[in-house]
């Protein structure tokens, strides 16, 4: 299947009701605050409203059928059973979040130091108006639910003398596409990266490391799935996007710093 991403301005656009854009409008709000405690403790509180009017975006995926390209012979190019979607001013959005930041430092003394932070965000985003001969409901569940609402990032740095070692957790919320896997709710997944490193002499540095250590995957595709391979009649196993993390599972490396 073809798909085709055409300017306001073409014929094939303008067939399916596309409109010369204009320039987004917004209203950002936000208030915060930092509060700081005792043994070098610092916690940041972030909230935040954002309201995006006459918001630029893809539309809908419109179907080409032999009726279209019978009446816009242009359309052959995409061809019947192609998809069409173009950008449009087609909808208003209203993001509210909040933000949580926390660090601290711990000194132990002969046993070194070690560094942490903790970070939360959760948003949501509404469709207030939007236009329904461009926008369907299905760009409106992934507008509201593509990226997840949720997220958690756990940082700790910990050094002593010539050793350091940095963990990095991170927590993804669940998350919808509802285009390519209609109904289906992606599930939420931790992804641990580790990375250790040496100085081995002045200026040289080696380390090793790994992200998404443990080899964590997204959750596989829950329609049309073939016995014989588990995936589908394209090949896809697991969301063609890979969701917030990618579908590559676990990657490891290692290297060498030199400063001049």
């Not at 002969?110 to 942490?116: A, D, F, I, P, R």
């Not at 289906?184 to 998404?212: C, H, P």
């Given at each position: ?132 001969s461009v926008i369907d409901q299905a760009r409106i569940v992934n507008i509201k639910h593509y990226a997840p609402n949720s997220r958690v990032n756990l940082n700790l740095d910990y050094r002593i003398g010539p050793f350091e070692a ?95």
């Amino acid at each position: 299947m073809q798909i085709g991403t055409y300017p306001v301005t073409s014929s094939i656009a303008r067939y399916y009701n596309a409109t010369a854009l204009r320039p987004e409008e917004s209203t950002n709000l936000a208030l915060g605050t930092v509060l700081t405690f005792p043994d070098r403790t610092l916690v940041t509180v972030d909230g935040y409203s954002i309201a995006v009017r006459h918001r630029i975006g893809i539309s809908q995926q419109f179907k080409v059928l032999a009726s279209d390209i019978a009446a816009l012979p242009d359309l052959a190019t995409v061809g019947a059973g192609g998809v069409v979607q173009y950008f449009t001013n087609g909808f208003d959005t209203r993001t509210t979040g909040l933000d949580v930041v926390g660090s601290r430092v711990f000194y132990l003394g002969s046993y070194g130091q070690l560094s942490t932070q903790l970070a939360y965000n959760y948003n949501t985003t509404s469709v207030p108006t939007y236009n329904k001969s461009v926008i369907d409901q299905a760009r409106i569940v992934n507008i509201k639910h593509y990226a997840p609402n949720s997220r958690v990032n756990l940082n700790l740095d910990y050094r002593i003398g010539p050793f350091e070692a940095l963990v990095h957790e991170n927590y993804y919320g669940t998350y919808r596409d509802e285009y390519d896997y209609s109904g289906q709710l992606f599930s939420a997944k931790f992804i641990t990266d580790l990375d250790l490193a040496y100085e081995a002499m002045k200026n040289v540095t080696v380390g090793i490391g790994g992200r998404n250590i443990f080899n964590v995957f997204p959750d596989k595709i829950a329609t049309s799935l073939y016995p014989s391979t588990g995936g589908r009649d394209d090949g896809e196993l697991y969301p063609r996007t890979g969701g917030p993390f990618g579908y590559n599972g676990a990657f490891w490396y290692a290297r060498v710093f030199v400063k001049f």
